[in-house]
């Protein structure tokens, strides 16, 4: 109770109580700021977020990071390190600083490290040889065979990768003897060409002896190599000169050709093709130059006088393949094959043409023999023949 006979001492006392008053009123508030900084802490226990402007952990995320100045930052290591590393959990993922280098992370169901995502792509020149890497890093480039390259990893694969190949035109330029089909005949004892001539005069001489020859093949008969198939290169011994050309003589718009066929049974006939396109096909009916009935040896000497095409039909000055085949039965094209037959293979020339201006030929290209190491590329034209593609684009990702 307040003494009224001491205001001294009732003054002391009410500062006193105020102060415990002021005390209590922050202790409150203390208090239940605690309590509202904690709630949320119990709340979000199992989810996290960090970030710059207050935004809550999404609820299926237990670590939550978003901004828009950095990242988030992987424990980084080199390849021994990261082997070294003692009973690795399923999932452990590290940055990997030499090597291949980028993100790894260990399979546990198959205990070993693998890479995440990796991805080569490239861009490869065909053409002549040797195929050349135009755009991308991680891979050398080897050629094989005409139409055929070795794509080879730097760094291997885990497993076999996925590979994605799309390729562009062939080049423009004369065709090579790869670019032909090739007859094959299981035997050329019934049916072969005894004797084939190529001459560039309207005089022709004797059957011994023509005049003004450019190719003398006389009782080659059967020539017995695989397919009956044989390909007489320039220099041979059957030209008079390295190629022979069609253009010479008395008229530049004309040669000649004799020949013989020895058969022992029916309807065995000579057909002569030249590829005037010079295109790899015997496709054009005007590339059919000479068809004859059956010639039986000793029998007469067949012959057969034939224009050089009008610059209408697209023969172009160069060399390029004569196809002479022996068969039973007029064949469907110049690809023949069977049981009985003969074909030889002569380069001629063509020099009272224009220049060629040799057109882009259409390439397809597939993949195949994929491995951790390599995967091949082979580009064929529409006939199937092995061609070199003018460039193809690959795309390769880790299959994970």
Same mark, same amino acid.
């Given at each position: 109770?307040?003494?009224?006979?001491?205001?001294?001492?009732?003054?002391?006392?009410?500062?006193?109580?105020?102060?415990?008053?002021?005390?209590?009123?922050?202790?409150?508030?203390?208090?239940?700021?605690?309590?509202?900084?904690?709630?949320?802490?119990?709340?979000?226990?199992?989810?996290?977020?960090?970030?710059?402007?207050?935004? %809550?952990?999404?609820?299926?995320?237990?670590?939550?990071?978003?901004?828009?100045?950095?990242?988030?930052?992987?424990?980084?290591?080199?390849?021994?390190?990261?082997?070294?590393?003692?009973?690795?959990?399923?999932?452990?993922?590290?940055?990997?600083?030499?090597?291949?280098?980028?993100?790894?992370?260990?399979?546990?169901?198959?205990?070993?490290?693998?890479?995440?995502?990796?991805?080569?792509?490239?861009?490869?020149?065909?053409?002549?040889?040797?195929?050349?890497?135009?755009?991308?890093?991680?891979?050398?480039?080897?050629?094989?065979?005409?139409?055929?390259?070795?794509?080879?990893?730097?760094?291997?694969?885990?497993?076999?990768?996925?590979?994605?190949?799309?390729?562009?035109?062939?080049?423009?330029?004369?065709?090579?003897?790869?670019?032909?089909?090739?007859?094959?005949?299981?035997?050329?004892?019934?049916?072969?060409?005894?004797?084939?001539?190529?001459?560039?005069?309207?005089?022709?001489?004797?059957?011994?002896?023509?005049?003004?020859?450019?190719?003398?093949?006389?009782?080659?008969? /059967?020539?017995?190599?695989?397919?009956?198939?044989?390909?007489?290169?320039?220099?041979?011994?059957?030209?008079?000169?390295?190629?022979?050309?069609?253009?010479?003589?008395?008229?530049?718009?004309?040669?000649?050709?004799?020949?013989?066929?020895?058969?022992?049974? %029916?309807?065995?006939?000579?057909?002569?093709?030249?590829?005037?396109?010079?295109?790899?096909?015997?496709?054009?009916?005007?590339?059919?130059?000479?068809?004859?009935?059956?010639?039986?040896?000793?029998?007469?000497?067949?012959?057969?006088?034939?224009?050089?095409?009008?610059?209408?039909?697209?023969?172009?000055?160069?060399?390029?393949?004569?196809?002479?085949?022996?068969?039973?039965?007029?064949?469907?094209?110049?690809?023949?094959?069977?049981?009985?037959?003969?074909?030889?293979?002569?380069?001629?020339?063509?020099?009272?043409?224009?220049?060629?201006?040799?057109?882009?030929?259409?390439?397809? /290209?597939?993949?195949?023999?994929?491995?951790?190491?390599?995967?091949?590329?082979?580009?064929?034209?529409?006939?199937?023949?092995?061609?070199?593609?003018?460039?193809?684009?690959?795309?390769?990702?880790?299959?994970?």
């Amino acid at each position: 109770m307040l003494s009224l006979t001491n205001p001294a001492r009732s003054s002391e006392i009410a500062k006193q109580m105020k102060k415990n008053r002021l005390y209590a009123f922050w202790v409150g508030e203390l208090f239940a700021l605690s309590i509202l900084l904690l709630a949320p802490q119990a709340k979000a226990q199992n989810n996290v977020a960090i970030n710059d402007i207050g935004l %809550a952990p999404h609820p299926s995320a237990m670590l939550d990071v978003s901004g828009t100045y950095g990242g988030v930052l992987m424990p980084r290591m080199t390849e021994a390190e990261k082997l070294a590393i003692a009973n690795p959990a399923n999932g452990l993922t590290i940055w990997q600083t030499d090597g291949g280098v980028g993100y790894w992370y260990y399979d546990g169901v198959n205990n070993t490290w693998r890479m995440l995502s990796r991805y080569v792509a490239g861009e490869v020149e065909m053409g002549e040889e040797p195929s050349e890497i135009t755009r991308g890093t991680g891979y050398t480039v080897t050629r094989l065979t005409t139409g055929v390259d070795q794509i080879n990893f730097t760094l291997p694969f885990s497993e076999p990768p996925s590979v994605v190949l799309s390729s562009d035109y062939g080049p423009g330029s004369a065709p090579l003897l790869t670019d032909y089909c090739t007859p094959s005949f299981t035997s050329c004892n019934n049916v072969n060409i005894a004797n084939f001539w190529l001459h560039h005069s309207f005089n022709l001489g004797t059957a011994a002896a023509p005049t003004n020859v450019l190719i003398i093949n006389e009782a080659s008969g /059967c020539n017995g190599l695989p397919g009956s198939y044989i390909y007489y290169p320039p220099g041979d011994p059957v030209y008079v000169e390295p190629v022979p050309d069609l253009c010479m003589g008395v008229d530049p718009e004309v040669f000649r050709m004799r020949a013989r066929v020895i058969h022992t049974t %029916a309807n065995a006939l000579l057909r002569v093709w030249v590829d005037w396109g010079q295109d790899g096909f015997h496709d054009n009916m005007l590339d059919l130059v000479w068809e004859t009935n059956s010639l039986n040896w000793p029998g007469n000497l067949a012959s057969d006088l034939e224009d050089i095409p009008a610059a209408g039909y697209p023969a172009f000055s160069g060399n390029t393949l004569m196809r002479v085949t022996a068969t039973v039965n007029p064949p469907a094209n110049s690809c023949p094959g069977g049981t009985n037959g003969e074909t030889e293979e002569y380069m001629v020339h063509i020099s009272c043409r224009p220049d060629p201006v040799y057109q882009d030929l259409p390439i397809y /290209c597939n993949i195949g023999e994929i491995t951790p190491f390599s995967f091949r590329v082979a580009c064929r034209r529409v006939n199937g023949e092995p061609r070199n593609a003018r460039k193809y684009f690959f795309q390769v990702h880790e299959n994970n």
